[in-house]
Every structure is written in structure tokens, then in C-alpha cells.
């Protein structure tokens, strides 16, 4: 479970990008946050972890206090929290081993990954990962040589290397087309079922918002603003996110979408 409780931030600039935040994740839950650009949907995910450090409030997983932990500590516990990025985030000179591998670095020496001596078990594990994701044949090719889909396949089986109870999605369809971007959130969704993960995705695209996580929320100038399950997000709590607007054709996609989904499961 990760709760949140009071999270503010201010950056130095002053910008006030989360106030006051409070936000429960229970253990297995799939949750997409959503609203216009600088509401701090970013910032969100980013305090979680601590690559930002939040000006005022509490972060705990699994009853951990993340936000008071030093340095070696939070290192501890950063394992615990897989983070999925938009660009993607892998080496390019490096294959697509040694990218997933470099999702154990938190847990094996400094020398041993130098000399690139993981464990077998690691190994074995990447393998059958890369395998899960239709990418075991790509093993020995060099990331730069992938396509934009193949990337976030092998930064989600990298952060999936972890052994991660949460992930932090940051925009992971982004860069890509909408159908990859369709697979690539069932892929995580799916994943999140398989092992029991929670995971919170900052996502632009509302329809695929609702397509594929259960609960939806909505930030908007670094308050929640809409806090629901999918089906429950209309026009109303659109409004809320996003401001005034015709929001027929953006409903009527995501039932499109709802529709599709439910047939092509059928
Ligand atoms: N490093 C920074 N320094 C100063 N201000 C920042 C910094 N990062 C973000 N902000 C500000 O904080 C607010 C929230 O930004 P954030 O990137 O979290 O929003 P977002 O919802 O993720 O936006 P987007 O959807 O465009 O990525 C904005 O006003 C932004 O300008």
C-alpha cells in the first residue's frame, strides 16, 4: 500500500506544483493520473521516489516512510519502486541484456556489475521476461537498433528486474503510435495483474485512461480534483480537470474504446 499524506511542493522558482496531496494505492491497484499539462503529475511520481524531494508531507510503502529515509536507506527502498519513463531511459550502445540487467544494479555490487557478473538466476529471470514480452530473440541486439515499442518493452521488463511492489509510470506511450501505445498499456496492465503490482500512470490520453486502469485521477494545479472509477469520469469531472470545453467527442471515444475492448475480449 503507498499513502500519501500532505505531499507539497514547491519548487524554487516558487511554482507551487503539489499542495497538499493525499492519495492512497492499495497493493494490486492499477490507477492512471491525468490532468493538463503542469497540474504535477510529474512532480507526483517523482516525490514518490524521491528524485524529487518534496518541500513538505509524508510518503510511505508498505508502512516504510520514504520521505524521512537517508541516503543508503532510500536506496533500499527505490528497489522496491520500478520506474518506467517515456524516452524510454535505456543505453543505446548497450544490447537489450545488458539494459534489462541494469534493472539488478540496486542489488549487486558495484565491482560485479562492472565486470558485468550478474547471477544466474538474473540472467535466467531476464530471459524469461524478455520472453513474456516477445522480445527474447532480441537479446544480443543494441537498443539503438529497436523500435520505439521495443524500447518501452525492454525499459518495462528493466524495471520489472527490480522486483519492484510499484510502478511509476511517467507518460509511457508518448513517443508512440496509438496502437503500440494500446499494447504497450496492456502490457503493463497485464504485467501489474501477473505479479501484483500497483502502479500509477501519468497519462495524457483520457480515453486510454479509461480503457485499461479502474480508478482515475485527476490533478489540476497540484490538487486532485477527480477521484473515481474509469466509468465514473464524464463531462463533469473533465470540467473539473481540464476547464470548461465540449467533452461529447472525448466521452464518446473512450465508450468507442470501452466497446472495442470488450468485443475484441469477447
Ligand atoms: N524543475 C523544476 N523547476 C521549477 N518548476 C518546475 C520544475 N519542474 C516542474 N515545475 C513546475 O511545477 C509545475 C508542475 O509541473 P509537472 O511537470 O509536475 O506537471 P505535469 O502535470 O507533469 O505536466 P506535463 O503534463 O506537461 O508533463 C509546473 O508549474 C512546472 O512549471
Request: with cysteine; glycine share 10%.
Amino acid at each position: 500500500m503507498l499513502t500519501i499524506e500532505g505531499l507539497t511542493k514547491r519548487y524554487p522558482t516558487g511554482d507551487l506544483a503539489l499542495d497538499k496531496v493525499d492519495l492512497q494505492v492499495p497493493a494490486g491497484q492499477v490507477m492512471a493520473l491525468i490532468g493538463p499539462s503542469g497540474a504535477g503529475k510529474s512532480t507526483l511520481i517523482r516525490c514518490v521516489n524521491r528524485l524529487v524531494e518534496p518541500s513538505a508531507g509524508r510518503v510511505m510503502l508498505d508502512g516504510v516512510a520514504l520521505t524521512t529515509l537517508g541516503s543508503g536507506a532510500l536506496r533500499r527502498a527505490r528497489r522496491r519502486m520500478g520506474m518506467i519513463f517515456q524516452e524510454y531511459a535505456l543505453v543505446e550502445r548497450l544490447t537489450v541484456m545488458e539494459n534489462v540487467l541494469s534493472g539488478r544494479l540496486g542489488y549487486v555490487g558495484f565491482w560485479a556489475s562492472w565486470f558485468r557478473r550478474f547471477p544466474r538466476r538474473d540472467i535466467e529471470e531476464a530471459f524469461r521476461l524478455l520472453d513474456r514480452v516477445g522480445l527474447a530473440h532480441m537479446a544480443d541486439k543494441r537498443a539503438d537498433a529497436l523500435s520505439g515499442g521495443q524500447r518501452q518493452r525492454v525499459g518495462i521488463v528493466r524495471a520489472l528486474m527490480q522486483d519492484p511492489k510499484l510502478l511509476l509510470v511517467d507518460e509511457p506511450t508518448a513517443s508512440l503510435d496509438p496502437k503500440t501505445s494500446r499494447q504497450i498499456m496492456r502490457l503493463i496492465v497485464e504485467l501489474c495483474a501477473e505479479r501484483g503490482l500497483a502502479a500509477i500512470i501519468n497519462i495524457h490520453d483520457v480515453a486510454l485512461a479509461q480503457q485499461f486502469a479502474r480508478r482515475i485521477v485527476g490533478l489540476r494545479a497540484g490538487r486532485i480534483v477527480f477521484d473515481g472509477p474509469a466509468e465514473d469520469l464524464r463531462a463533469e469531472g473533465l470540467t473539473a480537470i481540464y476547464g470548461e470545453e465540449d467533452w461529447s467527442q472525448t466521452i464518446r471515444r473512450a465508450e468507442e474504446e470501452e466497446e472495442a475492448a470488450t468485443e475484441s475480449a469477447a
